[in-house]
């Protein structure tokens, strides 16, 4: 069973467009990171949230954790081609083994110049 | 530059022989990782190491091994693996072993099962 559901699974885009990505789940996460992958190489850490209802900003990315704490999205203002990757969210669950993180389903981003 | 040195960054083997993936970190993490992730899909978690003691075994078969020599180090030996294990096999590192802390990853050792 995947906990964490993400939308869309592909996105190919323009240079300059906005886009938003979600990340869905029907557990509650005491907090939830979000990660970048390049080709060729492994995940980078982009941001985490722990609060309900934060936002974090990352220059032209925007986070937010839902207030119930089962969701979250990634907004990313005029995307470049530098934006194009593999992105996971990834939560650590209320109660469940401390030490794992739950990736979520992943969205392939390809940003066209 | 990754802070988390993953050993070799390209493996093919054959069925029948014994290879090892070797991972490295020396950023005083207490938690170390193994991860198999298939192209465009995420990782899936396969071992946790807490302070170098096996904590976490995803039911992974046994042909995958791993080994904790110490803080620092971390390796995965493989024994008569299957074409199906043909994958970027991942390593992650965290300060401490909890879900709340992020995790450092390497760029993996890209593995080809003949």
């Known amino acids: 069973t995947q906990l964490l559901e993400q939308s869309p699974q592909f996105l190919s885009i323009q240079e300059g467009e906005n886009l938003t990505v979600y990340c869905n789940s029907s557990?509650?996460?005491?907090?939830l990171q979000w990660y970048r992958q390049e080709p060729g190489e492994g995940p980078v850490l982009l941001v985490t949230?722990?609060?309900?209802?934060e936002v974090k900003k990352l220059k032209r990315l925007t986070f937010q954790f839902g207030d119930a704490r089962k969701d979250s999205s990634l907004h990313i203002t005029a995307a470049q081609p530098g934006d194009t990757g593999l992105y996971l969210c990834?939560?650590?669950?209320?109660?469940?083994?401390?030490?794992?993180?739950?990736f979520g389903t992943g969205t392939l981003l390809a940003v066209q110049p | 530059d990754t802070e988390v040195t993953q050993t070799p960054k390209h493996l093919v083997m054959g069925m029948t022989n014994k290879k090892s993936l070797k991972c490295e970190q020396h950023?005083?993490?207490?938690?170390m990782y193994w991860y198999k992730q298939k192209a465009k899909k995420p990782p899936e978690l396969m071992f946790v190491?807490?302070?170098?003691?096996?904590?976490i075994n995803e039911s992974v078969p046994s042909r995958f091994s791993p080994e904790c020599p110490n803080s620092s180090l971390l390796n995965l030996h493989l024994h008569a693996l299957q074409p199906e294990d043909s994958a970027l096999y991942l390593c992650?590192?965290?300060?401490?072993?909890?879900?709340?802390?992020?995790?450092?990853f390497g760029d993996g050792t890209r593995l080809s099962i003949l």
């Open positions: 992650a590192s965290s300060q401490e072993p909890t879900g709340y802390q992020p995790q450092h």
């Open positions: 557990s509650v996460f005491s907090s």
């Open positions: 949230v722990v609060t309900g209802g």
């Open positions: 990834a939560g650590a669950r209320y109660g469940g083994a401390t030490n794992k993180l739950i």
């Open positions: 950023m005083g993490h207490r938690a």
């Open positions: 190491y807490s302070y170098e003691k096996l904590s």
